[in-house]
């Protein structure tokens, strides 16, 4: 069965420097790998996505992941963190078996200080 | 470009009485999919629907929940005699097609208090 792990509850990082927020998948076949930003009392944004091809994933917002096959993990970075970007982020994974449900971790909550 | 509208975007309702939400999708989207976030928690998937017809209905309570999207209109999530464990955010989002790479969008939530 597809499942998405985010190790850590909460990041904090300080303003103007890198932030990573972690994802691991488990998947049978090909995984098809999503990143979602949720802010409060909204609805989630769509950041960017795996499908295939370059491992260096570039979205929305300056943000970029890196999909790594043997490590399972598809982390989220962007180079130089703004306060702005404190919210509540979600990796999802492709359902697979034939059907297109997302699913999702349990969210990091991101934390950046001025 | 209007994108997923949902609405209410915030219903009270005391148990025992019925709960209907509505989703109407981004245009040129023929899919639905509707997710349910309890506090603190992620989103769970529930129901998977294209026009008239519901494709993976796997993540429904088999009890009082329905979902339908009929030919005209948005997509409905109807929930009968609510009781305080559905107080959650219900999340509507669409795509344009079926394929595994298609993006899911996302709308803004109904959030449902069960009193």
């Known amino acids: 069965a597809q499942s998405v792990a985010q190790p850590e509850d909460q990041v904090n990082v300080a303003e103007g420097n890198p932030l990573t927020v972690k994802c691991t998948y488990s998947?049978?076949?090909?995984?098809?790998l999503f990143w979602y930003v949720q802010y409060p009392n909204r609805g989630l944004q769509f950041l960017l996505k795996?499908?295939?091809?370059?491992?260096l994933v570039k979205g929305s917002y300056g943000f970029e992941a890196e999909f790594n096959k043997s490590q399972t993990s598809f982390h989220l970075k962007k180079p130089s963190a703004l306060v702005s970007d404190s919210a509540l982020y979600f990796c999802a994974v492709r359902g697979g078996g034939g059907y297109n449900k997302l699913i999702f971790g349990a969210g990091t909550r991101l934390a950046v200080h001025p | 470009n209007a994108g997923v509208m949902q609405n209410p975007r915030h219903l009270v309702r005391r148990r025992g009485q019925e709960a209907r939400l509505r989703c109407s999708p981004m245009?040129?989207?023929?899919?639905v999919y509707w997710y349910r976030q309890l506090p603190e928690e992620g989103l769970k998937f529930m129901v998977y629907l294209q026009k008239e017809n519901i494709i993976d209905e796997s993540g429904m309570p088999k009890e009082r929940f329905s979902a339908e999207f009929p030919k005209e209109g948005p997509s409905i999530l109807r929930i009968q005699q609510v009781v305080r464990g559905d107080s959650a955010a219900y999340f509507c989002?669409?795509?344009?097609?079926?394929?595994?790479?298609?993006?899911?969008?996302f709308g803004p939530g109904t959030r449902l208090l069960v009193l």
């Open positions: 998947v049978s076949g090909n995984p098809y």
């Open positions: 795996y499908i295939t091809g370059d491992n």
């Open positions: 245009k040129g989207h023929s899919h």
């Open positions: 989002a669409s795509s344009p097609g079926s394929g595994e790479r298609e993006t899911q969008y």
